[in-house]
């Protein structure tokens, strides 16, 4: 699923099982959107994304996520494909809820 220029959406108790790339991509402007309750297994990337574009967030631009929430969801062994990968990846976002997300056998992080 993917989201810019939403607000006030709800995705609840659905199964996001062996999606190619992200199940849920949350992009640029986005409010108020909620994830909660679901089931995500096998995904090629990360689970659910959370990304602003930083070029675009000059002055009045909002071009970032905010104040989104994401709960209660199972999340396991996604990152198939890719090689940095996240249960609920957030990058130029800001003011919002991850909590009580159960994430695990995910690739191990990259030893530097």
């Known amino acids: 699923m993917f989201f810019e220029g939403a607000e006030d959406c ?11 790339g992200n199940a849920i991509f949350v992009n640029n ?9 679901n089931k995500f297994t096998e995904a090629g990337d990360s689970a659910i ?9 000059i002055g009045s631009s909002k071009a970032f996520p ?13 990152g198939i494909f ?3 990968t996240a249960g609920v990846f957030t990058a130029i976002s800001q003011k919002n809820i991850i909590s009580h997300n159960l994430v695990y056998k995910m690739p191990e992080p990259l030893s530097v």
């Open 10 to 20: 709800n995705i609840e108790k659905c199964f996001f099982d062996a999606v190619g």
């Open 29 to 37: 402007y986005n409010r108020r959107i909620s994830v909660a309750g």
């Open 49 to 57: 994304c959370l990304v602003g574009t930083k070029n675009r967030c």
């Open 66 to 78: 905010a104040d989104n929430t994401i709960s209660n969801n199972l999340i396991h062994d996604c």
């Open 82 to 84: 890719g090689k940095q």
